[in-house]
């Protein structure tokens, strides 16, 4: 396929220049240079021209992937990549999404550790999601292992075209898989740049409830308590509502309306401090039941429970390896239709096809805590102080110049760099210039 492709280009090159030499045709100018060398290399299955309005050029890739990259017997995949050019004597920034990766395609797409590098930039979407999924479905090959060697492969792959610094980046569960994707294959990039990335110690790691009970300050949190309880207390006005609400947008469930109404009363916090909802948005006690409902599902929708949602990828990760959050039912025992919450994730949020599957917390304390307490890499690592993820955040381990954390005032999941007090943010971008040879 490769030698094919590079024939069909030099013969398109050459027939053109003897045709302009003849002067049939007015003289445009070659291919683009990255797409020409794009084109040498092995393993890419497709190439597409992108528009940009931040890159001189842009690519939409298909990079072939072993299932298995212990046992080719497994098959492979194509995994979706963008590549984005800067320039070739630029660092690379590559974004280990943690999950789909369509949005990067968009000409408006631009990362922020690449805009202040003035990067080139390779998109990884993260096997088994969106174009990225193997066939046949076989949950067996979705752990992080796996994932870190495709994105092993794809920057081997890349270094061919890029021999500067390369900068690992991600947000959320990409945050988290920079920081795996560095643990598995620590010489692989110069610099990794995680974003609010968690990490986890079981399938309910229990820090989560406690650091939501000191969350904000004590009128915030009963404005946030009190809501919940009008809403469960408005049970018989909620469900039709609900019915209606999941009607609408063709949601089903493993659980009945009234847990699944429980359920987002449940969430509701994490979902408020994660993504730094304004106090004064929540309504009044005395709200009518619609308005009570619409704040509700604006916050913490039913979406995120329903069984045909496309989330089976993370929730396997999740109960795997990755680990998750649990609930705190305490303050709303009188008022919740469930007994517990315990175990929600397995019962009601894992694709049926995935079967049973046991935690193992080998990851998080063998590679990962071992890795990043063992070692110093250069690394940035962004939190907000409200952000219910910060609970599970990187620990300060003792002794390191290179690991570096940063925590923004009231800041939620959304916290970047942009968004750092500008004292912090200079130093921040000081750091990664130097670290980049800018």
């Excluded at 790691?205 to 946030?224: T, V």
Aim: proline share 6%.
């Amino acid at each position: 396929m490769k030698r094919i492709r590079c024939f069909l280009l030099l013969s398109w090159i050459l027939s053109f220049s003897l045709a302009a030499q003849e002067g049939n045709i007015s003289p445009i100018p070659s291919p683009r240079e990255l797409g020409e060398r794009l084109g040498l290399l092995k393993g890419i299955e497709r190439i597409e021209a992108l528009e940009s309005e931040h890159f001189k050029e842009k690519y939409l890739v298909y990079v072939t992937q072993q299932v298995d990259p212990k046992n080719p017997a497994a098959g492979t995949f194509g995994q979706r990549v963008v590549v984005a050019h800067a320039g070739f004597d630029r660092p690379t920034v590559i974004v280990t999404e943690g999950y789909g990766g369509a949005y990067a395609q968009s000409s408006r797409y631009q990362d922020e550790v690449a805009k202040l590098l003035n990067a080139n930039l390779v998109h990884v979407e993260h096997r088994y999601f969106l174009e990225s999924v193997p066939d046949p479905l076989d949950w067996d090959y979705l752990t992080t292992e796996n994932a870190a060697y495709d994105l092993h492969h794809v920057t081997e792959t890349f270094k061919q075209v890029y021999s500067g610094k390369w900068i690992s980046t991600g947000i959320s569960k990409g945050g988290q898989t920079a920081i795996l994707y560095r643990a598995w294959f620590p010489d692989d990039v110069d610099v990794s740049v995680p974003y609010v990335a968690p990490l986890n110690r079981s399938v309910e790691d229990g820090r989560h409830e406690p650091f939501l009970r000191k969350a904000g300050n004590r009128a915030e949190r009963a404005r946030i308590l009190d809501f919940q309880k009008e809403v469960l207390k408005h049970r018989f006005a909620m469900l039709p509502l609900l019915e209606t609400f999941c009607k609408e947008k063709e949601l089903t469930f493993r659980m009945s309306p009234d847990e699944v109404l429980d359920y987002c009363v449940l969430e509701y916090p994490f979902a408020f401090w994660q993504w730094g909802t304004a106090v004064h948005t929540v309504p009044a006690p005395d709200a009518d039941d619609e308005t009570l409902f619409s704040h509700l599902v604006r916050i913490a929708g039913p979406d995120y429970f329903a069984s045909n949602q496309d989330m089976g990828a993370f929730f396997v990760q999740a109960a795997r390896e990755m680990g998750y959050y649990g609930y705190d039912t305490k303050p709303l025992r009188k008022l919740l239709s469930i007994e517990s919450s315990a175990g929600y994730l397995k019962r009601f949020m894992l694709p049926e096809s995935a079967g049973d599957i046991p935690f193992s917390a080998a990851l998080m304390y063998d590679k990962v805590y071992n890795y990043l307490k063992e070692n110093d890499p250069k690394m940035i690592l962004i939190y907000g102080e409200t952000d219910p993820w910060s609970a599970v955040r990187v620990p300060d381990f003792k002794g390191k110049k290179n690991m570096q954390i940063y925590i923004a005032p009231r800041g939620s999941h959304s916290t970047r760099i942009r968004t750092m007090p500008e004292k912090t943010r200079e130093k921040i971008i000081r750091q990664l210039n130097e670290w980049t040879g800018d």
